[in-house]
């Protein structure tokens, strides 16, 4: 529930133009929320994610959170903490819960 406030918090904010300000434990649990549903079998489903077996690592920062997804074509495995992955994606904990909301977007560099 404390997510989905979330969200609309941030969409208020955004619209008046206000920088939103996310604690960061929040944050580290929205991402796991978040990318936990992206573990979901989607084998039952008319779902084609398209992936090869790739994996991608996705930490804060600072260390607070740290997942690793494995992008197969009709399911995403799903795990908490490190291990060799082929890209990387590292930003602050609340950089990391606004994209994967759709929210904000990511320096690529």
Same mark, same amino acid.
């Given at each position: 529930?404390?997510? @989905?406030?979330? !969200?609309?918090?941030?969409? $208020?904010?955004?619209?008046?133009?206000?920088?939103?300000?996310?604690?960061?434990?929040?944050?580290?649990? /929205? =991402?796991?929320?978040?990318?936990?549903?992206?573990?979901?079998?989607?084998?039952?489903?008319? =779902?084609?994610?398209?992936?090869?077996?790739?994996?991608?690592?996705?930490?804060? @920062?600072? /260390?607070?959170?740290?997942?690793?997804?494995?992008?197969?074509?009709?399911? !995403?495995?799903?795990?908490?903490?490190?291990?060799?992955? $082929?890209? &990387? =994606? =590292?930003? &602050?904990?609340?950089?990391?819960?606004?994209?994967?909301? /759709?929210?904000?977007?990511?320096?690529?560099?």
């Amino acid at each position: 529930m404390a997510q @989905e406030l979330f !969200v609309h918090r941030i969409d $208020a904010e955004q619209a008046a133009g206000i920088p939103p300000l996310i604690n960061e434990e929040l944050a580290v649990d /929205g =991402v796991d929320e978040v990318l936990g549903w992206l573990g979901y079998d989607w084998e039952d489903e008319d =779902v084609e994610i398209g992936g090869h077996g790739e994996t991608i690592s996705i930490q804060t @920062e600072d /260390g607070a959170g740290c997942w690793l997804l494995t992008v197969h074509p009709r399911k !995403v495995d799903f795990s908490r903490g490190r291990g060799h992955a $082929a890209a &990387t =994606v =590292v930003a &602050t904990a609340d950089e990391l819960l606004l994209w994967c909301w /759709g929210r904000g977007e990511l320096d690529p560099s």
